[in-house]
Nanobody, 120 residues
Framework: VQLQASGGGLVQAGGSLRLSCAASGRTYAMGWFRQAPGKEREFVAA????????YYADSVKGRFTISRDNAKNTVYLQMNSLNSEDTAVYYC?????????????????WGQGTQVTVSS
């Protein structure tokens, strides 16, 4: 499985961005993680293979929405009401086991990351 994340950029506080993650090969439950400068990578959101179940970190609930289009083998992360604390490199990842969505070690495949910078 190869993952290609895109859609990052510079946005003002309060603005929105949509990240995309294109997958090649078999599809699985998918997640987004992020890593801010000087911090460890943290879980952001995850979605089941079917798209019927989603899971979010408390810090993004109500602001971010994860979705997927299996016909396009693509997962999206719609990010609204962005603030400076959302500045990070965002990574998409695939979880072949279908469990432990919030746990980084449960993810088998990782994309290269896309930078999101929120200016205040």
């Amino acid at each position: 499985v190869q993952l290609q994340a895109s859609g990052g950029g510079l946005v003002q506080a309060g603005g929105s961005l949509r990240l995309s993650c294109a997958a090649s090969g078999r599809t699985y439950a998918m997640g987004w993680f992020r890593q801010a400068p000087g911090k460890e990578r943290e879980f952001v959101a995850a979605i089941s293979w079917s798209g019927g179940m989603t899971y979010y970190a408390d810090s993004v609930k109500g602001r971010f929405t994860i979705s997927r289009d299996n016909a396009k083998n693509t997962v999206y992360l719609q990010m609204n009401s962005l603030n400076s604390e959302d500045t990070a490199v965002y990574y998409c990842a695939a979880n072949s086991g279908g469990r432990g969505w919030g746990t980084e070690s449960r993810y088998d495949y990782w994309g290269q990351g896309t930078q999101v910078t929120v200016s205040s």
